[in-house]
């Protein structure tokens, strides 16, 4: 079955570590996206991705971190810069260009205490 | 600017009833899209819906509904006969270029 692979579901981290984020898709979609959701809240961008190699700066992307050396894969890293990163990750792909909707990913949920 | 304003924070029906989830949008494009999502407490965002600009015709998928008027900037989402497993928070969002705008979502509790 085609779909977008988070991993792990939940996560903790003690303050003033890094941690990455996985998320791998088979949908063969070209454009990924990294978006924060906080209670209450819709959700905001942090990074995008039209293709392998590039990304770009969505909303929020300070205190964060991505790659895209595969066109299935597009890690987020959560430094210790970023001041509040206990929040709902979702990773997200599309079909590039148009109005092709996104997909979501089942999304991570970290903890930093 | 873009922006999605969903007003309703949490709507109470009990099951069979009818429910209207309203959305508002702002933008200064003439093209654009518009998505409905529905995010279950698992917290995965399902799509459910896309619409152009171009087009205003109203859609009906089963239960779910669609009024999209561009003269009222709304794009309200109306679930007949509601049932418990329509229980989740619902966003509304409006797509320029690459980047989605997302509503702060309405959360539906129906009770059986």
């Known amino acids: 079955d085609g779909g977008i692979t988070q991993s792990p579901k939940y996560l903790f981290r003690k303050e003033g570590q890094n941690v990455t984020l996985s998320c791998e898709q088979n949908?063969?979609?070209?454009?990924m996206y990294w978006y924060r959701q906080d209670p209450g809240q819709g959700l905001r961008l942090i990074y995008y991705?039209?293709?392998?190699?590039?990304?770009q700066k969505g909303d929020i992307a300070e205190g964060y971190s991505v790659s895209r050396e595969k066109k299935e894969s597009f890690p987020l890293t959560v430094t210790s810069a970023q001041k509040n990163p206990t929040a709902f990750y979702l990773c997200?792909?599309?079909?590039?260009?148009?109005?092709?909707?996104?997909?979501f990913g089942p999304g991570t949920r970290l903890t930093v205490t | 600017a873009q922006k999605v304003t969903q007003a309703q924070t949490e709507i109470s029906v009990v099951e069979k009833e009818d429910v209207t989830l309203d959305c508002v949008y702002e933008?200064?494009?003439?093209?654009?899209?518009l998505f409905w999502y529905k995010q279950p407490p698992s917290g995965e965002l399902v799509f459910l819906i896309r619409r152009n600009s171009f087009d205003e015709q109203n859609e009906i998928s089963g239960r779910y509904s669609w009024n999209f008027q561009k003269s009222t900037s709304s794009f309200n989402f109306t679930i007949t006969a509601s049932q418990v497993v329509d229980s989740a928070v619902y966003f509304c969002a409006l797509r320029s270029f690459q980047k989605l705008v997302f509503g702060t979502g309405t959360r539906l509790l129906v009770s059986p």
């Open positions: 949908l063969n979609h070209d454009a």
């Open positions: 933008t200064r494009d003439t093209t654009y899209y």
């Open positions: 991705s039209q293709i392998v190699n590039d990304f």
């Open positions: 997200a792909s599309s079909i590039t260009g148009g109005s092709y909707e996104q997909y």
